[in-house]
């Protein structure tokens, strides 16, 4: 579709400047961004005699920009939303979520990813990076609601072999558009030493980044120091783990070694606040990450440990702990934030096409609603997104061209009532 967009304000992201302005939308990809003044001039240039347009949206003076990228999450995990709560993280995994995760089959992840997908659209989620345990019926799901899903491996001693990741990691980077997987696995306590170092192995035959959880509780560091006389972030990078990038989800307890070394490779540290504030796991050094220049990136982790899946939410909790933690009412502002939210999210991610607006690049954006009374005065919009932001401001969501969610309504193809049915009918069964 063509669609113009005009009387819009436009936080490129490139910078801080709000353009007021035009952006219009061909088929998959921005087509022009600019103040649209010179209709004529601009069509000139992009060497167009006119366009004919499916839709011209007068966005009334709100905000265009790029959606967010939640860069750390479990879709499926919909299933056990507010129902494993209120315990330590070890005891939440082995006596809630292992048990009843070992009952899904593929075809309820699938009706599961499907809800959460909904949920990502209503927080203006434009991108995931999900980690769960059937990735051909997660892709199914997200490829059927037109939704943008970067995959990651969750091996571990329980589940697939290397060589199930391997033909997943080459089949599911050339299924569709939309899609993309990376190497990973769960963490370093769920793996054999044997099995890590298949994983680094297949990560150096394909030049590969490797993500995965890593020091996200003092417990998890303690034990790895007990079975390797190291730190996770050192023992990975010690058999190669890291040669060609990746990072780690939560990040919690990284000394001064594991930061240098996540400098050295260009990693990405996914902070999940949401999660580790519900589980008490502790508060991410994020000023410290920002002063080496370590890429940062925001995930909200699944909906049964957050359990909101809302970019809004996470945004906050990432500068206003990092606040508490220093100590420092200036520390983690907020325009690092909103680059930790989209840009940034989108280089972990490795999908370059989506980190900004800007002809050429994918039209995967978001137009927030400026007028409610939480987004008034207009003293500072990026700062107002970040401190008094909220999901009831995401106006519409475009992932690839399409619009998928705009006003409050989802698109016209998806059977909301009967994708509630279906999670509803999951959980009762698996009790």
């Known amino acids: 579709m063509n669609i113009r967009f005009y009387n819009a304000r436009i936080l490129t992201m490139r910078d801080k400047d709000i353009l007021e302005g035009e952006v219009w939308v061909q088929n998959e990809r921005i087509l022009y961004?600019?103040?649209?003044?010179?209709?004529?001039?601009?069509?000139?240039?992009?060497?167009?005699?006119?366009?004919?347009?499916?839709?011209?949206?007068?966005?009334?003076?709100?905000?265009?920009?790029?959606?967010?990228?939640?860069?750390?999450?479990?879709?499926?995990?919909?299933?056990?939303?507010?129902?494993?709560d209120d315990m330590p993280l070890h005891?939440?995994?082995?006596?809630?979520?292992?048990?009843?995760?070992a009952k899904l089959d593929g075809d309820m992840i699938y009706h599961l990813t499907r809800l959460a997908i909904l949920e990502y659209l209503t927080s203006g989620i434009t991108a995931i990076f999900d980690m769960y345990l059937t990735?051909?019926?997660?892709?199914?799901?997200?490829?059927?609601m037109g939704f943008r899903c970067v995959q990651v491996s969750s091996q571990n001693d329980f589940?697939?072999?290397?060589?199930?990741?391997?033909?997943?990691?080459?089949?599911?980077?050339?299924?569709?558009?939309?899609?993309?997987?990376?190497?990973?696995?769960?963490?370093?306590?769920?793996?054999?030493?044997?099995?890590?170092?298949?994983?680094?192995?297949?990560?150096?035959?394909?030049?590969?980044?490797?993500?995965?959880?890593?020091?996200?509780?003092?417990?998890?560091?303690?034990?790895?120091?007990?079975?390797?006389?190291?730190?996770p972030v050192k023992l990975l990078d010690s058999i190669g783990m890291f040669d060609y990038g990746g990072g780690g989800y939560h990040c919690v307890y990284l000394n001064e070694e594991d930061m240098d070394i996540f400098k050295k490779h260009d990693l990405t540290v996914v902070?999940?606040?949401?999660?580790?504030?519900?589980?008490?796991?502790?508060?991410?050094?994020?000023?410290?990450?920002?002063?080496?220049?370590?890429?940062?990136?925001?995930?909200?982790?699944?909906?049964?440990?957050?359990?909101?899946?809302?970019?809004?939410?996470?945004?906050?909790?990432?500068?206003?702990?990092?606040?508490?933690?220093?100590?420092?009412?200036?520390?983690?502002?907020?325009?690092?934030?909103?680059?930790?939210?989209?840009?940034n999210g989108s280089k972990a991610m490795n999908l370059p096409d989506t980190d900004v607006l800007a002809e050429g690049k994918l039209a995967?954006?978001?137009?927030?609603?400026?007028?409610?009374?939480?987004?008034?005065?207009?003293?500072?919009?990026?700062?107002?997104?970040?401190?008094?932001?909220?999901k009831q401001n995401v106006k519409m969501t475009m992932i690839q061209g399409r619009i998928l969610y705009e006003d409050g309504q989802f698109a016209k193809e998806y059977d909301v009532d009967e994708i509630y049915r279906k999670a509803n009918e999951i959980i009762n069964s698996l009790r």
Request: glycine share 8%; charged share 25%; proline share 5%.
């Open 135 to 144: 990735p051909e019926t997660i892709a199914k799901a997200c490829v059927e």
């Open 271 to 343: 902070t999940n606040p949401g999660s580790n504030t519900k589980l008490a796991s502790g508060i991410a050094p994020i000023s410290d990450y920002l002063k080496r220049g370590v890429n940062v990136a925001i995930g909200t982790d699944g909906p049964a440990s957050n359990n909101c899946l809302d970019m809004f939410r996470e945004m906050f909790l990432v500068t206003g702990l990092a606040k508490l933690r220093e100590q420092d009412a200036s520390a983690v502002d907020a325009w690092e934030v909103l680059k930790m939210a989209t840009v």
């Open 91 to 101: 005891h939440w995994l082995n006596e809630q979520v292992f048990p009843m995760e």
């Open 159 to 231: 589940g697939p072999k290397t060589e199930v990741t391997e033909e997943r990691y080459l089949k599911l980077n050339q299924a569709d558009p939309l899609l993309s997987f990376f190497l990973g696995f769960h963490a370093e306590y769920t793996c054999s030493r044997e099995m890590l170092e298949e994983m680094a192995a297949l990560s150096h035959k394909y030049k590969a980044p490797v993500y995965a959880h890593i020091s996200e509780t003092k417990e998890e560091v303690e034990g790895c120091r007990e079975r390797y006389g190291m730190s």
């Open 364 to 390: 995967d954006m978001i137009m927030i609603d400026l007028h409610q009374p939480n987004m008034q005065p207009l003293n500072n919009i990026p700062k107002n997104l970040v401190y008094s932001g909220s």
């Open 33 to 84: 961004v600019g103040d649209g003044k010179d209709v004529d001039g601009v069509y000139g240039q992009l060497s167009l005699g006119s366009i004919l347009w499916d839709r011209e949206i007068d966005c009334n003076g709100n905000l265009l920009m790029p959606g967010f990228k939640d860069a750390h999450t479990h879709s499926g995990m919909t299933f056990l939303r507010s129902y494993a």
